[in-house]
Each structure stands twice: as C-alpha cells, then as structure tokens.
C-alpha cells in the first residue's frame, strides 16, 4: 500500500529548511528517501531501518518514528541543489518498496 | 564500482506492437534487481522484481511480463502494448540479503501512440 507524503508541493529560499512527511499504514522495516530531478532517474539519499540505523547523505537528515510508522526527511539550510521531487520508499521486510506520490521542492535564490 | 545500464533511452511504438527493454548491471554479483513504471508527474509503480535466475515476482496484473536469462541481465517485455502502457520505465538493482538502498538505471521514455 502506497505510503502518504506531506506536503505535496514546497517553495523555499535558499537557506531555509523544510521539513517532508511520510506515513504508511502498514509495520516497516526500513524506510528510503529518494530524489529526482526532472527527467531523470531518482537517486538514494538516505535509508532507516528498524532499531534506529542509518545510512546516507551528509547534509540530509531524516527520522524514522517505528511505532507510528512515520519519518520526516529534514531539508537545513537549502540550496538550489535541493530543488526536484523528493519520494519516500517504504519497505516492511521483503525488498520491495512501495513509493510515495512524491513532495516537490524548489529552492529559489 | 557498480553501474546499470538501460536502452532504448526513448522508445515511440504503435499500438499492438511489442516490447523489449534491456537492463544490465555491472560491478556486482545476484543482485536483487527491480523494474518500475512512473507516469507522468506521479510516483514509482512496483512492476517486477527479482532476487535470482529465473525468479519473478510480478506486483502489478497487467500485458506487461519480465525474465532475467543471466544474474546481471534484467528484460521488460510486452507482446502487444495498450496506450496506458506509456512512461517512463526505471530498472534498479540493490544487494540481496537485507535493506539495502536501490540504485536506479537511467530509464527508458516509452510513448505508445
């Protein structure tokens, strides 16, 4: 079942910070953070597994609550790198994951 | 280091014809591997996917059917399209055995007209 990402859309300035929402219905493992940039490929940001490991991008952070099956992804202090669609990935134990419909952010100078 | 290769990068076909989209993976070994589609302005669909040799697991029903004939190799195929078979096709792969991040091909653009 497709997880519920907030908001679906997100205009910053650089040097702001947002904040994206995630929430699945469903137990999770892990869950992935992804971005894509128009007309391309998604590209891995970031992973949180069950019992609080992480792995990925410096400059982003995120936070995986396991009892409510939520996690934010934590946008500090944007740049216009930043901009494009972000999708969170959620996974509840059997390699496949099921995507958000995608938080569009744009970063402006 | 590891790299996924995907062609066509773009691919207008007529309705009824068929499809065959290539995905390779270089650098790894049993890879799980993965086959989405994404529609315009949307989020990724799970089509395929695959943790072996001739091991399928198919997410959506549809005229769409995936093998893999070699670890490393990945292919979509379709023996007659339909219009809403149009997107953009992502291949991916991650390490096996776990949680591991997905590391996605560069696409294929399909346009069924």
């Known amino acids: 079942q497709q997880p519920v990402q907030s908001p679906q859309a997100v205009i910053l300035r650089e040097g702001e910070d947002a904040v994206i929402n995630c929430s699945s219905s469903k137990a999770l493992y892990s869950v992935h953070w992804y971005r894509q940039k128009h007309g391309e490929a998604p590209v891995f940001l970031m992973i949180?597994?069950?019992?609080?490991e992480q792995k990925g991008h410096e400059k982003i952070s995120a936070s995986f609550n396991e009892k409510k099956q939520q996690s934010s992804l934590y946008l500090t202090a944007s740049q216009l790198s930043y901009s494009g669609t972000y999708f969170c990935g959620t996974e509840p134990g059997d390699y496949k994951l099921s995507f958000g419909a995608g938080t569009t952010v744009t970063v402006r100078a | 280091s590891q790299t996924i290769h995907q062609w066509p990068a773009t691919l207008v076909q007529p309705v009824g014809s068929p499809l065959s989209l290539e995905c390779t993976v270089e650098?790894?070994?049993?890879?799980?591997l993965y086959w989405y589609r994404q529609a315009a302005g949307r989020g990724l669909q799970l089509l395929f996917y695959s943790v072996g040799i001739g091991q399928i697991s198919s997410e959506v029903p549809q005229n769409l059917s995936a093998s893999r004939p070699q670890d490393r190799q990945f292919i979509l195929s379709s023996k007659k399209l339909l219009l809403s078979d149009s997107g953009f096709y992502l291949c991916a792969w991650s390490r096996g055995q776990g949680a591991w991040e997905q590391y996605f091909g560069p696409g294929t653009r399909l346009t069924v007209t």
């Open positions: 650098g790894t070994s049993n890879p799980n």
């Open positions: 949180l597994l069950k019992g609080g």
